[in-house]
């Protein structure tokens, strides 16, 4: 069954470094998501993506945070100084269609910010 | 704003029980709403998607129920197991919201053998 993958599942990094996160959305869809969840909070929203651009951008995503899908097949989250908030579980997501689809989400890219 | 909220947060039933978690929204004007299932520390499964113009969706033992004007849906488990030991999420994707998924806190299940 296709899945959304994502790479690293863990990263650690010191506070003001650059972070990439990778995800290789189900092949056939057309929207592409950026989600996360600090440690014992709920899910939340960052950003949707649809025909190489950004769609929609919630308020945590600011200028810090870039999306990018260089080749095709890869989705990128980047991070350009990270935080310590930034700690959390980022979790990519594709879907076929907005509305009426179904939502695959990724196993998720641990990123712990020292 | 749309708020969602999972009640209740915290479950422990013995195994065989049937077992109803609940979700409430504030704004009606929604596409669909969607159950996931994660386990610790992994990602979120899709259980079942409702689209605005259903009542309800079945899958296996699973049944979820949608109430759009009063705000609520209902994930039904029935014959509970300990594999459904989890962590039980509500999404709820609003007209106003862009697309984007709008998510519960979530209710913790724990099914005792």
């Known amino acids: 069954e296709p899945e959304v993958t994502q790479t690293p599942s863990h990263q650690v990094t010191q506070m003001g470094q650059e972070v990439i996160l990778r995800c290789v959305p189900i092949?056939?869809?057309?929207?592409f998501y950026w989600y996360r969840q600090i440690l014992g909070q709920k899910v939340e929203f960052l950003v949707s993506f649809y025909n190489n651009e950004i769609s929609e951008k919630s308020e945590i995503f600011d200028d810090q945070f870039s999306v990018e899908r260089p080749d095709g097949s890869n989705f990128t989250l980047k991070i350009r100084s990270t935080k310590l908030e930034d700690s959390a579980m980022y979790f990519c997501a594709s879907r076929r269609r907005v509305g009426t689809g179904e939502l695959f989400f990724g196993e998720g890219s641990r990123l712990t910010v020292l | 704003k749309q708020e969602v909220t999972q009640i209740p947060a915290a479950l422990s039933v013995p195994e065989g029980e049937n077992l109803v978690l609940n979700c409430s929204f504030t704004?009606?004007?929604?596409?669909?709403l969607q159950w996931f299932r994660q386990d610790p520390g992994k990602g979120l499964t899709s259980l079942l998607l409702i689209q605005s113009s259903q009542r309800e969706q079945t899958s296996g033992r699973l049944n979820a129920s949608l109430d759009k004007s009063s705000g609520r849906s209902t994930l039904y488990i029935a014959a509970s197991q300990p594999g459904d030991s989890a962590t039980y999420l509500c999404?709820?994707?609003?007209?106003?919201?862009?697309?984007?998924?709008?998510f519960g806190k979530g209710t913790s299940l724990l099914v005792t053998p």
């Open positions: 704004d009606s004007a929604i596409y669909n």
């Open positions: 092949s056939n869809h057309l929207y």
């Open positions: 999404a709820v994707e609003g007209l106003n919201s862009g697309y984007a998924l709008n």
